[in-house]
Structures are given as structure tokens and as C-alpha cells.
């Protein structure tokens, strides 16, 4: 039976110190912040993913972090784990990642909507069964093409962010994340993409 008071922020990336500032782990970078700026515990580890939980950040609700450790092609198998370990409905998910398709600066909030050539989404909308669950998309802005037509979206995805970056990320772009996931938690959908969905200044 589902805890209606259980709400999980998914974070996505890939375990390991070699991923740890790249692009496609703008989702694990983000659960780090929160983390750090509310009360709470260190990340535990379970078998498909490790967690921990915010404390007195959201009055009555239980807000967990969530890490998938099966790699991002994979992130369903361990949202659905943590899913059935709290008992979080469907509605009660929030998950947090990268998007090629929108400029760095840029946050996207959406109610539902498909996987948008993410691997880690689509994967998690097949366990699912379905794309109705909200999501924050951080804006990495697209590769350049290759010149000599490679394909460059799987290391630039894999590359790290600049230092200038992981600074914007710190103090402009995950601050306003945080402000938004009240409204989401309390399905303020229209609120939170009316004052969110917008180019932050970095």
C-alpha cells in the first residue's frame, strides 16, 4: 500500500569518482546540494540505489533522495526499487537530470511527458509503465556537431562541466530547484512552471 506522505527526488547520473562532474550527472549533483543545505543524513546504501532522507525541510512530508547505482541506461530498475522499499506512489516522484536540448542556465518543469532521447528516462517511463511523473530538467546546452560526422553526444554528455559551471550550478542554478520543489510536492504544477521555466542568470 503506497504512503501518500512519501515523496522521492530521484536524482540521475552514474556511480563513480570518474562521473562525478559530468554533465550527465547534473540529477546526483543536485541531490548533493540538497542535501547539504537541509538537515539530514549521510547517503545509505541499498542494493540499487543509496538515499537519504530531508528533515524538517517540507513540514509534514517524507522527502527522500534518491541515487540510482545501476547507471544511468538502467535508472528504472532502482527507481522502482526505491519506490516499493518507501511505498512512494507514482505522483510522489520527482526526478531531476540533464537535457541536451535546452541551454545551460536553463530549468525545465514538467508534469508528464516522454523520455526526449534520454536513456535514463526511458527506461524508467518502460518500468513505469507510463510518463506521468514529474521531472526538473537541467539545461546542458547540445554539443558541437563533429566535423568529420562521429557521433559526440556520448562523451560530451560524459565530459565535466567547467569549474565556472559547477559554480553557477552551486549558487544560481540548484538554489532555484530547491525553491521549486514545494510547489511540486503539492502539484503547484502551473506555479512552479510559471516562476521556474525560465534562463537563470549565471
Excluded at 154 to 171: C, H, I, M, R, T
Aim: glycine fraction near 8%; charge should be neutral.
Amino acid at each position: 500500500m503506497s504512503d501518500n506522505n512519501a515523496y522521492a527526488v530521484i536524482g540521475l547520473g552514474n556511480p563513480g569518482a570518474e562521473y562525478e562532474h559530468n554533465r550527465h550527472n547534473s540529477g546526483f549533483l543536485c541531490l548533493d546540494y540538497l542535501s547539504r543545505q537541509t538537515e539530514c543524513d549521510e547517503f545509505k546504501k541499498k542494493k540499487n540505489f543509496t538515499f537519504t532522507q530531508l528533515r524538517h525541510a517540507f513540514g509534514d512530508k517524507t522527502v527522500y533522495l534518491i541515487k540510482p547505482q545501476t547507471y544511468m541506461n538502467l535508472s528504472g530498475n532502482a527507481v522502482t526499487a526505491c519506490m516499493s522499499y518507501f511505498k512512494i506512489p507514482k505522483e510522489n516522484l520527482v526526478v531531476i537530470y540533464d537535457d541536451i536540448s535546452l541551454p545551460f542556465g536553463m530549468i525545465r518543469i514538467r508534469q508528464r511527458g516522454s523520455a526526449g532521447g534520454h536513456n535514463g528516462i526511458k527506461n524508467i517511463i518502460q518500468l513505469l509503465g507510463g510518463e506521468d511523473f514529474p521531472r526538473i530538467k537541467i539545461g546542458v546546452s547540445s554539443p558541437k556537431s563533429s566535423p568529420d560526422g562521429n557521433d559526440v553526444l556520448k562523451d560530451y554528455v560524459l565530459g565535466d562541466f567547467s569549474p565556472e559551471q559547477l559554480s553557477a550550478l552551486e549558487n544560481d542554478i540548484f538554489p532555484k530547484i530547491a525553491e521549486a520543489l514545494p510547489l511540486i510536492f503539492d502539484k503547484n504544477y502551473e506555479e512552479a512552471m510559471s516562476r521556474f521555466n525560465k534562463t537563470v542568470k549565471v
